[in-house]
């Protein structure tokens, strides 16, 4: 064993856990339980295999609070969120919980026989998953990934891994064999390096920064594995001076604050029609000031603190002398990495916080001039994951939503994540769609047969 690794509450900066520390040796012990136990899942019937995920589904239900209390703890999420993302956890299991007989093929006319297509899994899966929305994401790649026949080997983030181990306990508790879902907890340098050399992997499912995810996708070049990419992003948040400008406004914190601003899909930049910046600014205040940052296990806490020490250094490295700090809320003293959701304005145009990832509770309020200006704005990024547009019409609305690249947007709403609809990038933030009726598709092969029916 690589030793151990202790594992912090950012809300209290105690050690919560100290738990097995993995390496190269334990993943590739992972790789070869999982190796071994997919030709048996694999061949496991379409509907016992819906029935074990079914059974799944009972199991987490059973342990809701338990793995959102975990949640809450070890992420620092209100505990409010933590039963979201886990409910959400639990929804995307029981979604693909009916993909297993849905795994469809096509018929194709040819000369002198049958051609049909059948989809093939690809075997041992690698998924390499961040801190920020930790068992939630995991089950974006995992309920997909084990409807289709593969076996999984998981390496969580470093600093959030214990409701990823709690989950391949009750993996096991509900009936899934043995090595088809196994969790490797450890380094990225060392565990997520060596799942995506080592050749035994068919895929690597990643989520987390883009400058790892080029890293990433090189080093999964060499053994052509098939890649999914969810990455970093810099999304708009658009309001038009025809749109309720008090319903947006009060929307707004929800869409950069949720999660401390850790979120890739964070709006963090407010594009607001010149006309009518002053009266969102006067909304947004008492909007960012009414959220509650404390103690993540309080049921009235809105925001908890960043997940360490060094992501407050950062997302503190933004708010310069350059920037007026418009508003500003409140935090706890004590221990704890915590840091008050703050609005930028007015902010230069080529300012740090305007064009690089924040990951924290930051925004800035950009003012824009009419519809092309806006999309101009929006556009000028290498980022186009998420993105939202605020306006009473409706045309309009489509319009611009169709003019940003970005992969997920949302007209009156902030909303960027649903089970039943496709999720991922444009650009730089990534490739590949995970969630929805065909993220199956990426957990496998479209293979071709041929029956010649007629005389040789």
């Keep these: 064993m690589a030793g151990t690794l202790e594992v912090l509450e950012p809300a209290t900066e105690q050690v919560l856990a100290t738990i097995a520390r993995g390496g190269v040796d334990e993943v590739d012990a992972a790789v070869a339980k999982a190796k071994a136990a997919f030709p048996a899942w694999r061949a496991v019937a379409p509907g016992d295999r819906a029935r074990l995920l079914r059974r799944l589904v009972s199991v987490m239900e059973e342990a809701h609070e338990e793995l959102s209390v975990l949640e809450a703890r070890n992420a620092g999420k209100p505990i409010a969120s933590a039963r979201g993302e886990i409910g959400m956890a639990i929804e995307t299991v ?137 990455l970093g992003g810099k999304s708009a948040n658009i309001v038009f001076a025809d749109a309720d400008v008090e319903a947006a406004a009060r929307a707004a914190p929800g869409a950069v604050f949720d999660n401390a601003g850790q979120d890739c899909c964070a709006r963090s930049r407010i594009l607001v029609q010149r006309g009518v910046v002053d009266e969102f600014l006067g909304h947004l205040e008492g909007a960012v000031k009414a959220i509650k940052v404390g103690d993540p296990l309080d049921e009235s806490t809105a925001m908890g603190p960043l997940i360490s020490a060094g992501q407050r250094a950062t997302v503190a490295s933004f708010v310069d002398g350059d920037a007026e700090v418009a508003i500003r809320g409140e935090v706890p003293d004590g221990p704890g990495f915590w840091f008050p959701p703050t609005v930028l304005c007015p902010v230069p145009g080529d300012h740090r916080a305007v064009r690089e990832e924040i990951f924290g509770p930051v925004a800035v309020v950009v003012p824009f001039d009419d519809e092309a200006h806006a999309v101009e704005l929006a556009n000028d990024t290498i980022y ?73």
């Excluded at 026989?113 to 995991?138: D, H, Q, Y």
């Excluded at 009726?437 to 007629?454: C, G, L, Q, R, S």
């Design 94 to 230: 029981r979604y693909y919980a009916a993909a297993p007989e849905r795994l469809l093929g096509d018929t194709i006319p040819v000369a002198g026989g049958l051609a049909f297509t059948v989809r093939e899994p690809l075997g041992v899966v690698g998924l390499i998953t961040p801190w920020n929305f930790p068992l939630a994401i995991a089950c974006w790649k995992m309920a997909p990934a084990l409807a289709a026949g593969n076996c999984v080997v998981l390496k969580p983030a470093e600093l959030t891994p214990l409701t990823a181990l709690r989950f391949a306990a009750l993996a096991l508790e509900a009936g899934l064999p043995e090595g088809v879902v196994n969790v490797v907890a450890g380094p990225g340098r060392e565990c997520g390096e060596r799942l995506v050399a080592h050749p035994d992997v068919a895929k690597i499912a990643f989520t987390g920064s883009t400058e790892v995810g080029k890293s990433i996708a090189a080093g999964a070049a060499q053994t052509i594995k098939r890649v999914t990419l969810e």
């Design 384 to 456: 186009g994951l998420s993105g939202s547009v605020w306006t009473r019409d409706g045309a309009k609305g489509l319009r611009v939503a169709r003019a940003l690249e970005s992969g997920n947007l949302s007209i009156n709403s902030n909303s960027s994540v649903r089970v039943t609809t496709p999720f991922g990038g444009f650009k730089q933030s990534g490739y590949g769609r995970e969630l929805g009726p065909h993220a199956t598709d990426a957990y496998t092969e479209v293979k071709t047969i041929y029956y010649a029916t007629e005389g040789n």
